[in-house]
């Protein structure tokens, strides 16, 4: 179901919250054993704030999201449920207090049921790097969902929630959202407040929606969107009603392609539903124009110089003094505080984590600061004048097309032993983080072997209601997200 | 075109460096697997040296520059007991974190 669905089957008095609620349990019960979606599922909890709510249908009657169940990501702080950013660090930590994104869904009356799996502090494009093992895809077993919000995606791909949280800071909504055959949406730097969310890139992460439609990611948004004091980078712009942008009409709306960036490297499958794609937003009244993003090219260099660095830093904090692990001193040996840091920090990280950490360090320290972490900062500059020039020049285009990610989703296993290669497949993401630009992933169709792909749309700051409007015209065209996955059918 | 080298490949004596600087204690296989892994990732990296940035300033954040700034006011926050209770070995009576000894 839908969250339009689940609200419209409870508004009518066709089904309880309690009802939707066991449901949703029920399939988790059933299927999560296989997708390993969860690493936490909060049944009484879920089932308890249900019943609260069926007990009180004047107060819920207009709440957006009353009885939806909701996934959420496990790096998102939720007061008195653990929240472990799948690392054995904060294998048994459990928050003293709720993120702002949390304290919103629930007083629009949504039901957590759980946290999802994701690779360590959101550290992955395939969920792999999950301490507790991968997600995995609900459209092929025996591939990735993809990551860092894999266990989202997957949750909402297979039914199990009709809307997830994830995090973005590199891709991690929208490659999973592609991955899966979902919509993902990683709103404009500032859009959202980042308040109890785990910290991994400061000047990219973002917190978004993944859901089945794109209408319901504009009934999210409405939710999530909106500054927070507790947020000093949430921005006070004016948060529309995105519903109402849902037109169906996208005549006259100008879509930039950046054909020299599509030119090579993306697989031929996804290079033609992309064409298909775009013919269909044609066929409906969209002018296509090529764009020119001259340093796009750079982006994955920049962004993982970037994020790294931001890393390092952010995650100085799991020292083992005030969050869960900590490692024990050799019997009989008494011992320094330094090295209590260093043996809790090898022993609570993953490879992925560590590699990060060190990268991110070595290029904030004396000597190299200049040759990378700073040009890095200044061709990031490069990049957001492109998105800028794209968006405001005399032949300003709406909104930027390219596909999410230059695959479908690959094998378990496949790209573990080379962290470049992996870093290659946010050629397409990890810009839109960099300009701080919204972008979304909408399903537009299959591979040959039938594994969802992803087209993704990139729009003004703070025009989420242009981007949500695209998509959901060609989602209506299209429907691909009416198709379920396999495992559902079994 | 650079004012000074970079490491065309990395040591186990620069993995070791880094991971003091990181506070990360690593087994020597994992020296191995980064210097190469990290060796990699960088020469990679090095791309962006060409591109001519001559005048351009850096991006530390997409935000413009606004004031964050609020009353100073005492506002409810969270309680001791709260905050001690994901520290490990905390003396919650005493209202302490504990860490190894630093001090002989």
Redesign the interface.
């Given at each position: 179901m839908t969250i339009r669905e689940v609200r419209e089957s409870i508004r009518t008095g066709a089904r309880s919250a309690v009802e939707v609620c066991r449901d949703a349990l029920a399939r988790i019960e059933a299927l999560d054993p296989q997708l390993h979606a969860f690493n936490t599922v909060v049944a009484d909890r879920a089932l308890a704030r249900a019943g609260a709510i069926d007990r009180e249908p004047e107060r819920w009657r207009d709440a957006p999201l009353a009885g939806v169940p909701v996934a959420l990501k496990d790096n998102l702080s939720t007061r008195g449920i653990r929240t472990t950013a799948s690392s054995r660090i904060l294998e048994t930590y459990v928050p003293p207090y709720d993120a702002t994104v949390v304290t919103r869904l629930e007083a629009a009356g949504a039901v957590i049921v759980g946290k999802t799996n994701c690779d360590e502090f959101a550290m992955g494009s395939s969920n792999e790097n999950s301490a507790f093992g991968p997600a995995k895809n609900p459209w092929a077993l025996d591939r990735t969902p993809g990551g860092s919000s894999g266990g989202s995606a997957a949750a909402v791909a297979a039914r199990l929630a009709p809307l997830a949280l994830g995090s973005d800071t590199g891709g991690s909504i929208r490659q999973p959202a592609a991955l899966c055959g979902v919509v993902g949406l990683k709103p404009t730097y500032g859009r959202v407040s980042r308040y109890g969310l785990l910290a991994f890139g400061s000047s990219l992460d973002q917190i978004g929606p993944l859901t089945g439609t794109v209408h319901d990611a504009a009934v999210a948004l409405n939710v999530l969107a909106g500054a927070d004091p507790q947020d000093a980078t949430s921005v006070p712009e004016p948060v529309p009603d995105y519903t109402t942008a849902l037109t169906g009409d996208v005549r006259g709306t100008r879509v930039g392609v950046p054909r020299a960036l599509l030119a090579q490297g993306v697989d031929a499958g996804v290079s033609r539903a992309l064409d298909v794609a775009l013919d269909t937003l044609r066929s409906l009244g969209a002018i296509l124009v090529d764009v020119a993003l001259p340093h796009a090219s750079h982006a994955i260099p920049v962004y993982y110089l970037v994020a790294t660095a931001e890393a390092s830093s952010n995650l100085a904090r799991y020292d083992g003094v005030r969050y869960g692990f900590r490692a024990r001193p050799d019997p009989g040996r008494s011992e320094e505080l330094r090295t209590m840091y260093a043996r809790t920090r090898a022993q609570g990280f993953g490879a992925e984590v560590k590699r990060r950490i060190m990268l991110g360090t070595y290029v904030l320290s004396a000597g190299y600061y200049d040759a990378y972490y700073l040009k890095a900062q200044q061709v990031r500059t490069l990049i957001l004048r492109d998105y800028e020039q794209a968006f405001t020049q005399r032949e300003a285009v709406d909104v930027i097309a390219m596909p999410t990610s230059p695959t479908p989703a690959f094998r378990i296993g496949e790209r573990v032993e080379d962290p470049l290669q992996m870093y290659l497949a946010d050629v397409f993401t990890v810009s839109a983080n960099l300009a701080g630009l919204p972008a979304i992933s909408v399903p537009c169709g299959f591979t040959a072997d039938r594994l969802p792909i992803g087209l993704q749309l990139t729009g003004r700051r703070f025009d989420e209601a242009t981007l949500l409007r695209v998509a959901d015209a060609y989602e209506r065209e299209t429907a691909w997200s009416k198709q379920p996955p396999p495992i559902l059918s079994r | 075109m650079?004012a000074?080298g970079?490491p065309a490949a990395f040591t186990r004596e620069d993995?070791a460096k880094?991971?003091?600087?990181?506070?990360?204690?690593?087994?020597p296989a994992?020296m191995d697997?980064?210097a190469r892994?990290?060796g990699?990732?960088?020469s990679?990296?090095?791309?962006?040296?060409q591109?001519d940035?001559a005048g351009?300033?850096?991006?530390?954040?997409?935000?413009p520059r606004?004031s964050?700034d609020?009353p100073d006011e005492v506002r409810p926050s969270?309680d001791r007991d709260?905050?001690l209770?994901?520290?490990?070995?905390a003396a919650l009576d005493a209202g302490f974190?504990k860490?190894?000894?630093?001090i002989g």
């Open positions: - | 650079l000074f970079m993995v880094i991971a003091a600087l990181a506070n990360l204690e690593l087994e994992e697997l980064f892994q990290l990699d990732i960088l990679y990296a090095e791309e962006v040296q591109v940035t351009v300033p850096p991006t530390a954040s997409v935000l606004h964050a609020r969270l709260e905050a209770a994901n520290g490990p070995d974190f860490v190894p000894r630093v």
